[in-house]
Each structure stands twice: as structure tokens, then as C-alpha cells.
């Protein structure tokens, strides 16, 4: 009985394992490094998260309406590590965020930079890897 135990913990931390790896991705499984994007808009939400962060924003769209982009960056703790503080990322605040485009069109990108308005630029930490 006690084997079997064992055996199920053990088939359970695996599968567990499994899982989260899956989840996990590569920059070019789902963003296009041909697209590159410049965002400008307001600051709708920062999550802070692992293992990815997300960076929020209404962007004017081309016919003028409002479009939310989400942004994805490195994870919070890397974050941090780079200078990032929860203080700087208040909602309505005007920011401009270089990336790439999701290769399915969609508007998700994947953030290397945020500049704001004073000129100061953060760095994403993304899984594009480090700015050039």
C-alpha cells in the first residue's frame, strides 16, 4: 500500500512538472520577431506575475477608437531585478512600449522596453532577451 502511495506522489509532482513546462513558451512560438511595434497609450493595469508580468494599454486605434494591447514582459522577480517598481505603473498614465506582434495578428505583443513621458525607460526582461 505504502508503494502505491509513493507512486501517486510521485506520478503527481511529474505530471505537475509537465505541465507547467508546457505552459511555459518560447518568443517565437507565438510572437513574430519580422514585427516589430510601437505602442503609445494609456496605462490600463500592470499584473504582476510570474512567470510572465502584463502590461495593459488603450491604444487609439487607426479609426480613432480605443484598442487594449496587452503586453508581455519578463516575469515580476526579473522585473524588480531591472528597476521596476509597482509606484512607477499607474493606471492612466501615458506610456509608449516597444515590441513585437503576435504572430497570430492578435493585439498581444511582447515587450522589450517601456519608455514614459519624463524620457525614463525600463527594460522588459522579456523572452525576446536582452535589448540590443
Not at 508503494?3 to 506522489?9: D, S, T, Y
Request: charged letters at 25%.
Amino acid at each position: 500500500m505504502r508503494r502505491i502511495r509513493v507512486a501517486g506522489l510521485v506520478l503527481a509532482i511529474v505530471g505537475a512538472m509537465a505541465i507547467r513546462a508546457a505552459a511555459h513558451h518560447s518568443f517565437s512560438a507565438e510572437y513574430d520577431a519580422n514585427k516589430p511595434i510601437k505602442l503609445t497609450g494609456k496605462l490600463i493595469e500592470m499584473k504582476w506575475s510570474n512567470p510572465h508580468a502584463w502590461i495593459y494599454l488603450e491604444v487609439k486605434g487607426k479609426d480613432g477608437k480605443p484598442v487594449k494591447w496587452a503586453c508581455e514582459t519578463g516575469g515580476a522577480n526579473a522585473l524588480f531585478r531591472a528597476g521596476w517598481r509597482k509606484e512607477d505603473l499607474v493606471a492612466g498614465s501615458q506610456l509608449v512600449v516597444d515590441g513585437f506582434q503576435a504572430r497570430n495578428g492578435s493585439t498581444t505583443a511582447n515587450a522589450t522596453s517601456i519608455t514614459f513621458p519624463d524620457g525614463k525607460k525600463l527594460f522588459a526582461r522579456s523572452s525576446q532577451g536582452a535589448p540590443k
